[in-house]
Antibody, heavy 119, light 110 residues
Framework: EVQLVESGGGLVKPGGSLRLSCAAS????????MNWVRQAPGKGLEWVSS????????YYADSVKGRFTISRDNAKNSLYLQMNSLRAEDTAVYYC????????????WGQGTLVTVSS | QSALTQPRSVSGSPGQSVTISCTGT?????????VSWYQQYPGKAPKLMTY???KRPSGVPDRFSGSKSGNTASLTISGLQAEDEADYYC??????????FGGGTKLTVL
């Protein structure tokens, strides 16, 4: 069974940093691209960042470019999101999501981890 | 990237059909046949319902169907059931390995 479990969320002050993790199991992690998608309270989904299976290709939404860094460790079946210079508008539930084999959909999602940026 | 445009809410009675629209541009919805739809219950993770415009993953009832015309994609749910009451989000590939989501539509089953 495919499982994605996020962790690392919490309360952080504006300008602070946080590192999110996503532990994957039930599939060959190193064969799939992965993404982070966030959802602000009461709002819609927003794509944040993508990383290819071998980390060769990495992309970010304009809203986080230069502040967030996505990475993965295929040996540990883990995905990460380093978030720096956090702003109030980064407050959201952050989901990790697997890109399906066609490369055009998100077929499995974690349960999410809440990041709150507030003084 | 601007979010795709969805109606904020739709409603229907059990057994009826409802259609949720998702309007983008030629750079996303209109440019690729890579539109997917996700169902989300409050406090839960999104679930894939359709992908590549009109394909359905295994396990998703055939009451859910997707389509696209120009820059607008649609999700139609036929034979509405109480369990279909949820939020629905469209998503389109937008080039350069990026994606854009819609603002979400709340479906109410009357």
């Amino acid at each position: 069974e495919v499982q994605l479990v996020e962790s690392g969320g919490g309360l952080v002050k504006p300008g602070g940093s946080l590192r999110l993790s996503c532990a994957a199991s039930g599939f060959t992690f190193s064969s799939y691209s992965m993404n982070w998608v966030r959802q602000a309270p009461g709002k819609g989904l927003e794509w944040v960042s993508s990383i290819s299976s071998s980390s060769s290709f990495i992309y970010y939404a304009d809203s986080v470019k230069g502040r967030f860094t996505i990475s993965r460790d295929n040996a540990k079946n883990s995905l990460y999101l380093q978030m720096n210079s956090l702003r109030a508008e980064d407050t959201a539930v952050y989901y990790c999501a697997r890109v399906g084999s066609t490369g055009t959909l998100f077929d499995y999602w974690g349960q999410g981890t809440l990041v709150t940026v507030s003084s | 990237q601007s979010a795709l445009t969805q109606p904020r809410s739709v409603s229907g009675s059990p057994g009826q059909s409802v259609t949720i629209s998702c309007t983008g541009t030629s750079s996303d919805v209109g440019g690729y046949n890579y539109v997917s739809w996700y169902q989300q219950y409050p406090g839960k993770a999104p679930k894939l319902m359709t992908y590549d415009v009109s394909k359905r993953p295994s396990g998703v009832p055939d009451r859910f169907s997707g389509s696209k015309s120009g820059n607008t994609a649609s999700l139609t749910i036929s034979g509405l059931q109480a369990e279909d009451e949820a939020d629905y989000y469209c998503c389109s590939y937008a080039g350069s390995y990026s994606w854009v989501f819609g603002g979400g539509t709340k479906l109410t089953v009357l």
